[in-house]
């Protein structure tokens, strides 16, 4: 009886990562708010939100490998989490604008029934072109930035507003899967064979 794997993420980009890498999954959405408004490092943040992502899900499944991971963007020293407004989205892309910043996603993997974790961090930095306002106005009809930290997303029409990744573009995405797939064969998690 192989171990289920359970994403604790209600992402669609964590999971189609997964998908695309041929992992078999179910998903569960624990009922746990974001933190990004206490003065902590930002990999401190994604370590703390991916922690209390992972611990509520597996209380709720202890048999299941479970899977939590928490994005966020931050410039100058300042954490910019998912924006409240289109406005808000307006004002983080001018602030990202033809500048650097940093993405960090940690990930917690777990099986609570024996008592196992591996947590982890990755940080990549992300260049954006200059924008103009019109740019920006016309990215954003496009996506939907209220459900993406920093307003933007690196797939889909990412190559509009970004210059260049330096790191792991899967963690800019959502998910660093060059660390995640070795953690997950760890618990046993492997993707499914390809068929010839």
């Not at 994403?7 to 974001?34: H, K, Q």
């Not at 709720?60 to 963007?73: N, R, S």
């Not at 650097?100 to 940080?123: K, P």
């Amino acid at each position: 009886m192989h171990p289920t794997l359970l994403l604790a993420s209600n992402s669609p980009r964590r999971r189609d990562l997964l998908s695309e890498a041929g992992f078999d999954f179910e998903t569960f959405v624990p009922d746990i708010s974001e933190r990004f408004d206490i003065d902590l490092t930002l990999r401190e943040l994604t370590a703390l939100n991916a922690i209390r992502k992972a611990m509520a899900a597996a209380h709720m499944h202890p048999k299941k490998i479970v899977l939590a991971a928490d994005t966020l963007v931050a410039i100058d020293d300042r954490v910019l989490g998912k924006p409240n407004s289109v406005d808000e989205a307006v004002a983080m892309l001018e602030r990202l604008s033809g500048r650097a910043h940093e993405v960090c996603t940690s990930v917690v993997v777990c099986h609570l029934e024996h008592g196992r974790s591996i947590s982890f961090s990755e940080i990549s930095r992300v260049r954006f072109r200059r924008l103009t306002r019109d740019e920006i106005d016309r990215y954003l009809e496009r996506i939907d930035p209220l459900d993406k930290a920093g307003a933007y997303a690196a797939q889909g029409f990412g190559s509009e507003i970004i210059q260049n990744i330096n790191g792991s573009f899967t963690n800019v995405v959502g998910l660093p899967m060059e660390k995640t797939v070795p953690v997950l064969a760890e618990f046993g998690i492997e993707p499914k064979p390809e068929r010839q």
